[in-house]
């Protein structure tokens, strides 16, 4: 599969999109520099008091459920509803659905009240938010949370079931990532076993992914949003691949790779992620 | 424009200054590190069960308006009138004043009510806090927030008028820093582009200003505050230069740049503050 | 001292504990990483709505009460009295403790009404909680928090009433660390400065601690808590100590030296922890 928009980081990187950032407070400092790194620019705001007028300044809206509280989720619906008003596009990460209820039942509510965009998560969460039995799974998501060929079949069916569910473009991440949309679903075999060794690259994928969607287009159509999801699934984990060079040369270990991995998205190029993105139809 | 106090980063770093930062928890743990790299000592603490406390023992204190609450901005209050009553030192960050309403509003409340000595924040912020029209800036001050020989006067203004309005030192920063009290102003142009490709530069700003205006003073004068502040902005600016050196040689990005940069605040001297800042008057 | 469990660290990363962070804003995203690379596995949940559920599927629970609020302190008893009825390990760590009232009260609170395995603190803290007085000490812990031949004896002394009171292990970390129980105690000489040169250095401990701590084991006694808290500050000191190693070869500063700490975790070996503990009964 090649990537149609050949120049999406280019156009980030001159647009600059602002991106709402609703997100736990372990990695919001992590996914505020990688945004950055990459050229946009990131915004932090998580109380009702502006969670409305911030969303609706910005071009696009993350909601991540890591260290939920009430607080944090009502702000996150007054926030939610206003940028499905306002068409901007949207990115769940149910962090932690299926292994805590207080977050499988937020992220079931928010994915019925709002238009999501993407909803990005590992197996465990996105299992539970398409309501199959996540009996198997439970919180450990790390044991389990990889894509062969044994649950493949399983996955796919999951993440088009959810898909149909929300209208939304779901991505699943594991050590090959999966995204879906209804009516198809296709692999991305980027990225580095490291990333799992370090907090927070899923809620960077998050960010980044809202950032492309944040990137105008002339005519908004479900298929640009699949494809650019695509196209930053691919860009996450080429980084990944990037960093990991650079930490193997350097016989350095997670703290290493984790510098280098803003590195990478600070560096990185349109051409790099077409030359480097294993998509698999 | 030669700095006076030309040993006042060995004298922190013997003195070890208590700064009490209520701060975002976006840069949070960069704000602690890059303080405790300068060589002052952080404590952050923001429930209103403490924040009077903790800033009776402090000698310095950080009012930053990331991720505001209305239980955040309560403690600030009890912590900013605290402090007022001992004559601590506050270094108020107007984050978002001028994009966010809570934010502009919680914003002009602190400085009503506080004997701020320092307000730092970009063009856009400042121009929000002085009562000029903002409109013409909005939230996403990024485009906007470089002083450069067009709108330079007009930036000098409204600092002065905010200096005036406030008492407290004005700290505009940008491509350039633009210090200003009721009187007068001085540009710091110091630092590199790079610092805004990171979360928390200004944030680190607040906390190293905050720590220098902790050392001790025979007798306080206005003066002080001010020399104080430009030298914190050209020993941050000078640490943003030494980064972005070091990154160069190793072909890094912005993760490289970022922990360089507490590498320079932890080995920077006096001596090469007093020759590398680059002060107009 | 030759430590009992020789190959405590490959067993952890064999079983991949998941350890429940009931923590600070500051250092979450430290502590997370930490344990990450160390090859435990972290959840961060600190809503009332959620910290028992999440506590009765991790193996360990560490409460730290750095950024401490009213509602945190009400889901820390929530997730600590879960904890207690399923055995699992506790590890409290009284940030501030005998610095403002607030915590002394909160952790001698937790003191009192869980059954910790571990508290872990700096000297001030601990002298705090064994209900000396702490008038000598007060929040500026920086100053007076080093082992040396004067106060030993008074520091060993608390540590060991404290160990009586709670039935905890006591780890009283500083230029040497004491551990104790309520018969006994020992010194780890392990370490480098440049420890206290960066935030959470106590934070990410408390949450190796705790992952070994939730090692599994045949028959659980006393003594296993004992040794395996001397054997994590023992690892702990010596990846301070490989990263100073690493620092120093690259001229760098504190930021250097705090990547490399994570770097130092994710590669030492148990072999390396069985020939570099400095052990001192």
Aim: overall charge negative; charged content about 25%; glycine content about 8%.
């Amino acid at each position: 599969m090649r990537l149609k928009e050949d120049n999406l980081l280019e156009r980030l990187r001159r647009e600059r999109p602002l991106i709402h950032c609703m997100t736990n407070y372990v990695t919001a400092g992590d996914v505020a520099n990688y945004l950055l790194a990459a050229g946009a620019s990131p915004v932090m705001a998580d109380s009702a008091r502006e969670a409305e007028e911030v969303t609706a300044a910005a071009r696009g809206l993350v909601l991540n459920l890591g260290t939920l509280s009430d607080e944090k989720l009502a702000a996150m619906r007054l926030a939610g509803k206003k940028a499905a008003v306002l068409g901007h596009p949207i990115v769940l990460d149910p962090v932690g659905a299926g292994g805590a209820s207080f977050r499988t039942e937020a992220a079931k509510a928010l994915v019925h009240e709002l238009p999501c965009s993407v909803i990005r998560g590992n197996v465990s969460e996105i299992l539970a938010l398409s309501e199959e039995s996540s009996a198997l799974y439970g919180v450990d998501a790390g044991k389990k949370d990889e894509l062969d060929r044994k649950n493949l079949e399983r996955c796919a069916k999951a993440a088009e079931r959810l898909a149909r569910m929300s209208g939304a473009v779901v991505v699943m991440t594991g050590k090959k990532d999966l995204i879906a949309d209804e009516n198809r679903y296709c692999l991305v075999d980027n990225g580095h076993p490291m990333m799992k060794r370090i907090t927070g690259a899923g809620c960077m994928l998050d960010g980044l992914t809202a950032a492309f969607l944040g990137v105008s287009i002339e005519e908004k159509k479900r298929e640009w949003v699949f494809e650019r999801a695509v196209y930053a699934a691919a860009a996450h984990g080429l980084c990944g691949e990037m960093a990991w060079e650079k930490t193997e040369a350097a016989k350095g270990g997670t703290g290493t790779f984790h510098t280098c991995l803003f590195d990478a998205v600070s560096i990185i190029t349109d051409h790099q992620i077409q030359e480097g993105a294993r998509i698999e139809i």
